[in-house]
């Protein structure tokens, strides 16, 4: 099972862009409820979209920026991204990389998004119950079960956005794999490379790939 598949899978990823309107978000105080919630509503979407997905492959672009993104916190992803290299950066820079970074982000997932397939796999979620009223960062356990392979454990780490009064995602670890952590150091190593703005640049011309299948390591060196 690729790695990078699970984050779509569950369609919250864990890195607000998007044009869904707030009414529309999904809100639960819980978030293990929100999260099963959107789940739920992100497979029914594939599965509304499948002829759309097969006559172009671009369209889960869409389903990415419309079903996960609002529930993605790419901002704060971003900031611990970026780490040290923040205090180094101008105003303009951030927000320019907070841009380029959601953006590369979708084009990352979408190709990951290529190889689900509906009919395959299960996702199991952790007893709502774990989740204690008045938290506001969590960590969401869930499992992807396919049959004749071993399940994937997905710790998804949460907080509260209390701007958009709504769970947010802000990383995904796999197997005690932190996706937040792996694209720190990757991205860290393009900074001292080429800088931010070159970094910056990488990401835009990364982002703006079609999107094809790929395996774990989706790389921007």
């Not at 097969?54 to 992803?77: F, G, K, L, T």
């Not at 982000?105 to 299960?122: N, P, R």
């Amino acid at each position: 099972m690729k790695k990078w598949l699970v984050a779509v899978l569950i369609a919250v990823s864990a890195f607000a862009g998007g044009n869904v309107a707030q009414a529309e978000l999904i809100r639960d105080e819980n978030p293990y409820v929100l999260l099963e919630k959107l789940a739920n509503k992100t497979i029914e979407r594939i599965e509304q979209d499948r002829a759309m997905i097969d006559e172009d492959i671009n369209h889960i672009r869409v389903i990415i920026r419309e079903e996960m993104m609002p529930y993605v916190d790419y901002v704060y992803a971003a900031k611990r991204v970026l780490g040290r290299n923040l205090t180094e950066t101008t105003e303009e820079q951030r927000q320019e990389f907070y841009t380029v970074f959601r953006d590369y982000l979708i084009t990352t997932y979408a190709g990951a998004f290529t190889q689900y397939d509906e009919s395959k796999h299960t996702i199991e979620f952790a007893d709502s119950g774990r989740f204690e009223k008045g938290s506001r960062m969590v960590v969401v356990n869930t499992r992807l079960v396919e049959e004749g392979r071993p399940p994937v454990r997905l710790d998804f780490k949460m907080r509260y956005d209390n701007g958009d009064d709504v769970w947010k995602a802000y990383d995904l670890v796999v197997e005690g794999v932190s996706l937040l952590n792996s694209k720190q150091a990757e991205i860290s190593a393009v900074i001292r490379s080429n800088g931010i703005d070159g970094t910056i640049a990488l990401l835009r011309e990364k982002a703006q790939e079609s999107v094809k299948p790929h395996d774990d390591s989706v790389g921007v060196e």
